[in-house]
């Protein structure tokens, strides 16, 4: 559907829990954009602060804003399918903003104009303010369009990360209603996962310009797998394993998961010289699994050898990592440190 002036109506949506402390200003980065065809739904997940408040309180004053509340508290990606089942039935693009992210002024506007320029395009990205750095920088200047397959085969082999996260994402409607429930059930990172899903088919659009803004400091999903898997490596490696097959050849696909499996596993010897977290085997073995591997107990051996070796060679290092883990008391004095080399 599109106005009296011809732009397309976009679906803005807005899954909160517990966001009060930056709801509001997420919802006024709606409110102030340069593009006015759009309808938004805030949809809040039995939040226990004053988001449901917050959310009726700006619905009460603009007609295009809507409200709905869960009637049972549901997990993460459970919640953004229920938001993304909100979908306007007449919006033409569907914008996803988390409760704790914002829009610069010209978001939708510049994403809508780079969306409509082709058919074909299914996903829409631009650069990102994250937190305090601009990233999803690595397409070179103009490349508004690229096939689809293009951009998944790069971000494969290339490492190309112009995906960021879905408050960074302008998607077609069609696609979204194509796709019910939208996030794959299971995934960890269920975000990357649909968005090479999507490139399967449907091309991208990209705006070079910082359009959305993203904080890290409110991470709940993220946050809990970054003691597990802070390098991302096992993730990287579940994505080779599962797409790598669709997208590249044969000798393209067994140097990519080569290249991963090494990384995986010189990650996880140097991880395990020290204790890990309560669940990070169970976390190792659970994500192998979901690539369709299992683990090579003598490769792991090997690579926590070296990692054990390159410790050795750097005493100062390793003294470091024993004093985080000892009382005040029995801390190495600063002597001892100089001693060793540490600064």
């Given amino acids: 559907m599109s106005n009296a002036m011809g732009t397309p109506l976009v679906s803005v949506i807005t899954p909160v829990y517990n966001g009060a402390d930056y709801l509001a200003e997420c919802v006024e980065s709606v409110l102030a954009q ?3 065809n759009w309808r938004y739904c805030i949809v809040n997940n039995c939040s ?13 004053r603009d007609p295009r804003i809507s409200v709905v509340d869960n009637d049972e508290f549901l997990n993460q990606t459970d919640n953004l399918n229920r938001a993304m089942s909100m979908t306007d039935p007449e919006a033409v693009w569907t914008k996803m903003i988390f409760a704790d992210d914002w829009l610069f002024p010209n978001c939708l506007e510049r994403m809508v104009e780079a969306g409509e320029a082709r058919a074909s395009i299914g996903i829409v ?7 305090r750095s601009v990233n999803c920088d690595g397409l070179p200047f103009p490349s ?6 293009d951009i998944a085969r790069a971000s494969l082999v290339d490492n190309l990360y112009v995906a960021g996260s879905p ?3 302008l998607y077609r409607s069609d696609v979204v209603r194509a796709r019910q429930p939208f996030y794959p059930s299971g995934a960890w990172h269920e975000d990357t996962e649909i968005f090479l899903e999507i490139l399967k088919e449907h091309d991208f659009g990209f705006v070079h310009e910082v ?3 993203t904080r890290r400091e409110n991470e709940s999903l993220t946050t809990a797998l970054r003691q597990y898997d802070p390098e991302h490596r096992l993730d990287k490696l579940i994505v080779t394993m599962k797409f790598g097959p669709v997208f590249l050849d044969e000798v393209e696909f067994r140097a990519c998961r080569n290249r991963e499996m090494k990384a995986y596993y010189d990650y996880l010897g140097r ?27 003598g490769r792991f051996i090997r690579h926590w050898l070296a990692a ?36």
């Avoid at 226990?48 to 009460?60: M, T």
């Fill in 167 to 169: 408050s960074t994402l």
């Fill in 34 to 36: 340069s593009y006015q």
């Fill in 125 to 131: 990205s631009s650069y990102r303010l994250d937190d």
């Fill in 48 to 60: 226990k602060d004053d988001s449901l408040e917050i959310a009726r309180s700006y619905a009460a």
């Fill in 211 to 213: 359009l959305s803004f």
């Fill in 271 to 297: 991880r395990c010289l020290y204790s890990t977290a309560d669940g990070f085997w169970e976390h190792q073995h659970a994500g192998l699994e979901r690539a369709g591997l299992g683990l090579q107990r």
């Fill in 144 to 149: 508004r369009f690229v096939p689809g397959r």
């Fill in 308 to 343: 054990f070796v390159r410790q050795l060679a750097s005493p100062g290092h390793v003294l470091a990592r024993l004093k985080n883990r000892l009382p005040d008391n029995t801390a190495p004095s600063s002597t001892a440190r100089e001693k060793a080399g540490e600064h």
